[in-house]
C-alpha cells in the first residue's frame, strides 16, 4: 500500500509533514518504544503516540532507530503531546523518512481498522491482538482491564510492582523478591527465577515500577515492552492528578511557616482533605545517591508517595530546611508508629539499590492546621538524624535526646571530638591488647556503679578501679565528675557500637 493511498482516506485527515508520498509500506507497527529498531524487520508503517519524547534530543535517536531498520514511513499521533514536535520533523526529513501527522480525534485503532483490511490476511492477524490493548489504553482502560486484555489476547500475565515491593496491579506470590531483582539489576529486562522483570518509564528506579511477567519473555521482549509502555501511560495518567494535590500541600505548608491566620490555616487543611479534628502525621524525605535525578527533595517525595500509596501527597516547598519532600499523612485509624512501620519495610526493600540512600523523618500525631508548622519542624529535624545515621526513618520520638544535639553538629566536628578524647584509650587497647574503651562504656552504662561494672565484664572489682584510673590518666578526664562522664558518653555513642 503507497503512503499516497493512506492520504486518500478522507475520514483520517492525515497530513504528511515529510518525505515521499510514493512510498509503499506492507504492515503497521504500533510502539512507544524509545529505541524499537530491534523489532522492526522493515517496510512497516510505524504508528507512534510519541510517549517516548521528552527532550528534543530524543527525536534524532528515535528516526535513527526507524531508518536503520528500513521502516518505510512514521505516523505521529497528536494525543500524548497535543501537537507533532518540530525537531521530529527536522529528524524525519534529514533521515528521508515520510512523516504522517495523525489527529487528536484519529484513533490508532480507527487507522488500523481502515487499513489492516487492504493488507495481507497474515497481517491483519498480528495485528489484531495489538491493535485492541492500544485502543483500550487510548480509551481509559486502567490497569486491571489492560491486564486482563493482555491474559485474554498475548496470554501473558504478571503484576506490576512498585521498588519498595507493593503490588500496584496484577498478582505476586513474592513481591519484594521481585522489586528486590528489579532495583539490583545491571540491565533490564532481566530473568529473575521464573519471571521477566521490565522496567515501566525511565525514572530513577528508587520511584519506579516493575513489571513482572510470569515466564521467561526474553525471547519476546517486544510484548514486554509494549506492555510497559502501556502501563507507564497510565501511571503518567495518574501522576497528572496530584499535580494539583501537590500544589495544595505546598501552599498548606508555606503558608504555616510564613505564620498566616489560623482561619487560613484551617481553610488549607481542609482543602488537602484533613478536618480539624482529624490527626494526621508530616513526613519529610530526601533520597540522594548515583543518578538520584530530579534532586533528593523530589525523588524524595516521589518514593513517599510510592511507599505510602494514595494516602499520601508529597510536595517540595523551597521554605523547608534542607529541602526535603514533605508530606500531610492522615491516620484514619491507624497511629503514627504504624505509618513509620509501614515505611520502613518499603526503605529496607530500597536498601537492595546500590549507591542510593533514603533518608525518612516523621513527626508525631498531630491535630489542627496550628500544629502543621510544629510538625514540619518536626519530621525536618527527624530526617536530618536519619541522614546522620546514613539512612533510614527516624521518629519524633527518637529527636528528643542526645542524638538530635549529635546530628545538628558538622560531621567533621564529631569526628575530632570523638579522636581527641578516646584516640588515647584505643591506641592502649591496641598496643597492650586490653579493653580500657569497653570498660569505660560499660562503666557509663552502670551509671559508675564498680559492682555492676565488673560484674556484666565478670572480672573483680578492683580490676575495674584499676581500669578506671587508667582511663582517667589517659584521657585527663574526672569520672567522678557528670561534665566529663557526659563528654566521653557522647564520643562513644558517636564512635559507635562496640565492635
Not at 492525515?14 to 518504544?33: N, Q
Not at 598496643?431 to 552502670?446: G, P
Request: proline share 4%.
Amino acid at each position: 500500500m503507497r503512503i499516497s493511498d493512506l492520504l486518500a482516506i478522507e475520514e483520517l485527515r492525515l497530513t504528511l509533514l515529510a518525505g515521499d508520498p510514493a512510498r509503499e509500506f506492507g504492515t503497521v507497527h504500533i510502539t512507544d518504544l524509545p529505541e524499537p529498531g530491534r523489532y522492526l524487520g522493515g517496510g512497516e508503517l510505524v504508528l507512534s503516540g510519541l510517549m517516548w519524547w521528552h527532550e528534543p534530543g530524543d527525536s534524532a535517536r528515535f528516526v535513527a532507530a526507524l531508518a536503520e531498520a528500513g521502516v518505510a514511513a512514521l505516523g505521529a499521533g497528536q494525543a500524548w503531546l497535543g501537537h507533532v514536535p518540530g525537531d521530529l520533523v527536522t529528524a524525519c526529513r534529514a533521515a528521508g523518512l515520510p512523516l504522517i501527522e495523525v489527529p487528536t480525534e484519529v484513533s490508532f485503532r480507527t487507522l488500523a481498522e481502515l487499513v489492516v483490511p487492504r493488507l495481507s490476511g497474515d497481517v491483519r492477524e498480528a495485528l489484531g491482538s495489538h491493535r485492541r490493548l492500544v485502543a483500550a489504553m487510548a480509551e481509559g482502560a486502567g490497569l486491571p482491564e489492560l491486564f486482563r486484555l493482555t491474559a485474554a489476547e498475548l496470554g501473558v500475565t504478571g503484576a506490576v510492582v512498585s521498588a519498595s515491593g507493593e503490588v500496584i496491579v496484577g498478582a505476586a506470590d513474592d513481591p519484594a523478591r521481585l522489586a528486590t531483582a528489579y532495583l539490583t539489576a545491571t540491565r533490564l529486562p532481566a530473568l529473575a527465577g521464573d519471571t521477566t522483570i521490565f522496567a515501566v518509564g525511565r525514572g530513577h528506579r528508587a520511584a519506579g515500577w516493575a513489571l513482572a511477567c510470569d515466564g521467561d519473555l526474553l525471547g519476546r521482549a517486544d510484548v514486554g515492552y509494549e506492555l510497559a509502555a502501556c502501563v507507564a501511560l497510565e501511571r503518567s495518567r495518574m501522576e497528572e492528578g496530584r499535580r494539583v494535590e501537590r500544589r495544595l500541600i505546598e501552599q498548606l505548608v508555606a503558608a504555616a511557616l510564613a505564620e498566616a491566620d489560623l482561619p487560613e490555616l484551617n481553610a488549607g487543611l481542609r482543602t488537602c482533605g484533613i478536618e480539624a479534628a482529624e490527626p494526621y502525621t508530616i513526613v519529610n524525605a530526601t533520597v540522594s545517591g548515583q543518578g538520584a535525578a530530579p534532586g533528593p527533595a523530589a525523588l524524595g517525595g516521589q518514593v513517599v508517595e510510592e511507599l505510602l500509596g494514595r494516602e499520601a501527597v508529597a510536595a517540595v516547598v523551597p521554605a523547608v530546611d534542607g529541602d526535603g519532600a514533605v508530606a500531610v499523612v492522615p491516620l484514619r485509624e491507624r497511629t503514627a508508629s504504624e505509618v513509620a512501620d509501614r515505611l520502613r519495610a518499603g526503605v529496607r526493600v530500597l536498601s537492595a539499590l546500590p549507591g542510593t540512600r533514603v533518608c525518612v523523618g516523621l513527626s508525631g500525631a498531630l491535630t489542627g492546621a496550628a500544629a502543621v508548622k510544629g510538625g514540619v519542624e518536626e519530621a525536618g529535624h527527624a530526617r536530618r538524624l536519619a541522614e546522620a545515621r546514613a539512612g533510614g526513618v527516624v521518629t519524633s520520638d527518637e529527636i528528643y535526646t542526645h542524638a538530635l544535639l549529635l546530628a545538628t553538629v558538622p560531621v567533621d566536628v564529631r569526628r575530632s571530638f570523638t579522636a581527641r578524647l578516646l584516640a588515647p584509650l584505643l591506641d592502649y587497647d591496641r598496643t597492650h591488647q586490653s579493653e580500657l574503651v569497653r570498660t569505660l562504656r560499660v562503666y557509663l552504662d552502670c551509671a559508675g556503679s564498680w559492682n555492676a561494672c565488673a560484674e556484666r565484664l565478670h572480672v573483680h572489682v578492683n580490676t575495674v578501679r584499676y581500669r578506671v584510673r587508667r582511663i582517667e590518666e589517659l584521657t585527663g578526664r574526672d569520672l567522678s565528675a557528670m561534665a566529663d562522664r557526659v563528654d566521653l558518653f557522647l564520643a562513644l555513642r558517636d564512635a559507635g557500637p562496640p565492635r
